[in-house]
């Protein structure tokens, strides 16, 4: 079950900070100017053994302060709406202001958890002052700083346990799950009804983990899949949304509860920000991916060399992760849409491939013996043996070496497309590690 947990609040606070800190990473920019988060973060973060998915909420001015609240105000309400916990984050320096009234306010109106997060507290001085904050009618305000952690562990206790534990229905393991993902009218809905629109009658609905996993069992043609829900099936909520935002939260629990993802891309505008925004996600939760150039019908002027400029495009953005399926179809007049699905089937089984120790060590010895690992600092490393582990999510191989610190990124991305060169595994992430003999 996936989990989100959003961070709000008015501007200068420290939510970017916050979010460097649960996320273990200098992901968002930190700077002391109000509006510095335009964009919206997002990051994975874990502890005690659960992973949960962080995002930074940023408010910025726009022209005045009346859009700027309007703004804030907007996010916070896809937070409520979207959300699992949310964490209200106010200054101790600075007290209650009004901003933080009309947020709380928001907040209180819904039913999500929230916690009160009273940021800057340095001192234990500072902490006596967190207690005007009791008049936001939100419990407990939880004294951290998040510039240097102090207090943080205490805050990844209570939201943990803020997470529900729901029932998971029976969903069959050996069924791949599917994600159709994209950015707002990229022509998702017509590919699901493409998909299922002639033959509802076989077509399932099944209640998953949370409101917003729900899988239809897909069963024709020899294929057999569940497809995960996003905003394509089930109807939106009655919110004045940021679409660009809202997509992408949605796209967050559709690819953390999918095995593949079918990332669509509006043919009449090529790969922008936000499908870069929807492919990082895929990448980080380690998801197999396939490409579908959508409203192809519409791209006037084609020629033999039309598809080849696009695919080139694509994979200059996506880099070095090009080894994906790239498919050029139409969901209104249907071209090549059942492609989507074999090629969808495919990665998923890639994704289980097991390659033999022999063929590994048989394979890949001789080529790192003519290039092995640069020396550094006079030091030699040298990888003896291969395997590939057992039991894992994607294909994960090990690499037996001397000095396997001394192994850095591009060697590992040598060996990787090694693999890639010897053995078939498109659409698919892989692990690559390196292990002391």
Known sequence: MSNIVAIVGRPNVGKSTLFNRLTQSRQAIVNELSGTTRDRQYGKAEWNGREFSVIDTGGWVLNSEDVFEEEINKQVQIGIEEA???????????????????????L?????PVVLVSNKADNFELHAQSSEFYALGLGDPYNISAINGSGTGDLLDVIVSKFTKTDEEEIEEDVPRIAIVGRPNAGKSSLVNAFIGEDRNIVTDIAGTTRDSIYSMYDKFGLKFYLVDTAGIRKKAKVNEDLEYYSVIRAIRAIENADVCILLVDATRGIEAQDMNIFS??????KGLVVVINKWDLV???DNNTIKTFENAIKERI??????????????T?????????????????????????KLNEVLLPIIEKTPPPMNKGKVVRIKYITQLPNTAIPSFVFFCNLPQWVKEPYKRFLENQIRKHWNLTGTPINVFMREK
Not at 88 to 102: E, N
Not at 108 to 112: A, Q, V
Not at 335 to 353: D, G, H, M, P, S
């Open 281 to 286: 996600l895929i990448q980080k939760n380690k």
């Open 108 to 112: 209180r109106k819904g039913k999500k």
């Open 334 to 358: 249907k071209q090549r849409i059942f492609k989507v699905l074999e090629c969808a089937n495919e990665v998923y089984n890639i994704r289980r491939t097991k390659i033999s120790t022999h």
């Open 84 to 106: 699992d916990v949310i964490l209200f984050v106010v200054d101790v320096m600075h007290g209650t202001t009004d901003l933080d009234d009309q947020i709380a306010l928001m």
């Open 300 to 302: 006037e002027n084609k």
């Open 319 to 332: 880099a070095p992760f090009t080894d994906v399926p790239i498919i050029f179809s139409s969901a209104l």
